[in-house]
């Protein structure tokens, strides 16, 4: 069986320490401000940085990876006899994973004889980074190439991801929410609980009064749709709003003492487009709907 390597991309939010730990190469997006461009390292200092700026009134934007990074990375991989599964950032939310395949397609006829598996995951942020690291634990666990493909594409939609965010004007930015609406609900202290439907995009269900409300209405939707025997761990990510994560991380604890909590900070891609404050909850359970 030929050996292989799961590569991702760095919207996978579980920070730069993590992603040395695991060993994993992954192609890098880039934010850029005040005329300058930079890639998303995935360190904790650099997201920081962006949410200060933002909260300065600073407007931020993104660029996804190009094929360009997937050839370089890629190549050095099939050429030392590794095949490859590559864990993307959700179609619904950028053009990285077209980048993967327009890699692969120019690499297939230089090697015939490698394998080059795609995965649009239908995820982001720390979504990704669970069902990345569920992908590696299935190889760990003696997978093959095909086998892991395989485990993935099942197992994707079941990626549960719920949101709140803490000021609504950084998604009008983005165009998900009406500029009316935001001004009304940072008014009146309204706060959306979203989720990511079953084409990877990010979807409003619920208002609700209050950042803790918010937060508790998170929880309750793990309480209903979470598979537990399935979730070796749970994953917080926080755009610089620690003491909310550990907040949401002492309920899971109260509820389930017996599934670890883990918790990273939101990169700097993705909370370019949410906004310092972002909060959000990840778990394996129910398929996930339109």
Sequence with gaps: MAEYVITTDSTVDLGVKRMEELGIHFATLSYSYQGQQFPDDMRDESALKIYNAMRGGEVITTSQANPEQFLEMWTELLQSGSDILYIGFSSGLSGTVNSALIAKEQLAPQYPERKIYVVDSLCASGGEGMFLQHVLLKKDQGA??????????????????????????????????SAAAALFANILGIKPVMNMDDTGHLIPREKVKGRRAAIKCMFEHLVELADIQDNPF????????????????TMLNERYPNVPVNISMVGAVIGSHCGPGTLALFFIGKPRTA
């Design 144 to 177: 093959s190439l095909e086998e892991c493909y395989r485990f993935a594409e099942e197992l994707k939609l079941r990626v549960n991801h719920w949101y709140t965010v803490n000021d609504l004007s950084y998604l009008r930015r983005g165009g998900r929410v």
């Design 234 to 249: 749970f994953h917080i990510t926080n755009a610089d709003c620690m003491e909310d994560a550990l907040y949401l991380k």
